[in-house]
């Protein structure tokens, strides 16, 4: 626990914890708390965003006399699995080639629970998460449009000339002008 809130004071200089609700019964205590800083330390290798983050815990502790003896909390897991084959893809008509499975999420996600606090399962999802952490946020979601771009390319609409939209009976502004002088 003492770890944890080392690792937090570096990531949030200015944390500040608050209690919102603390149960006791006989040797247990639950405390439901609210973190909040701003955020100017790395964290996983990304930089500081100089913005003001907030985000709740639940913690349960056996007590004996006056000190915690033992400690368990809820367990937080960030899965960012990237694009899953969930069924999302075929209503938005988007091809995504090196989706995941959802079983293969699932299992990658409780294989990580109470071990790491971000899992990233998939290929691609790992060439990409961990060779961006490093550049500039600009670049990241340049890079990041240009992937998105690849699973609707598909989709995009050739640019037709005025020539071919008279002939598809769709006159622009400057057809319609012309015909009425």
């Not at 944890?4 to 004071?9: D, I, K, P, R, S």
């Not at 570096?10 to 247990?28: Q, R």
């Not at 708390?33 to 330390?41: D, I, K, R, V, Y």
């Not at 090196?98 to 699932?106: K, S, T």
């Amino acid at each position: 626990m003492h770890q944890a809130l080392t690792q937090l004071h570096t990531l949030l200089p200015d944390l500040t914890t608050t209690v919102i609700k603390m149960i006791s019964s006989m040797d247990t205590v639950a405390v439901h708390l609210m973190f909040t800083g701003t955020h100017e330390g790395q964290a996983f290798g990304a930089p500081p965003t100089y913005r003001q983050i907030r985000f709740i815990a639940f913690d349960m502790h056996r007590v004996s006399g006056d000190r915690i003896v033992e400690t368990c909390g809820v367990d937080v897991l960030a899965s960012a699995p990237g694009p899953v084959h969930s069924g999302f893809a075929a209503p938005s008509d988007m091809r995504m080639g090196a989706a995941v499975f959802p079983a293969d999420v699932a299992r990658a996600s409780l294989a990580a629970l109470g071990r790491q606090t971000t899992v990233v399962p998939g290929l691609l999802s790992k060439v990409l998460t961990y060779s961006l952490a490093t550049l500039p946020r600009t670049l990241r979601t340049r890079v990041m449009g240009s992937v998105m771009h690849g699973m609707t390319r598909h989709q995009e609409v050739p640019a037709i000339s005025p020539e071919q939209r008279f002939r598809l009976g769709r006159p622009n502004e400057s057809d319609a002008r012309a015909k009425s002088s």
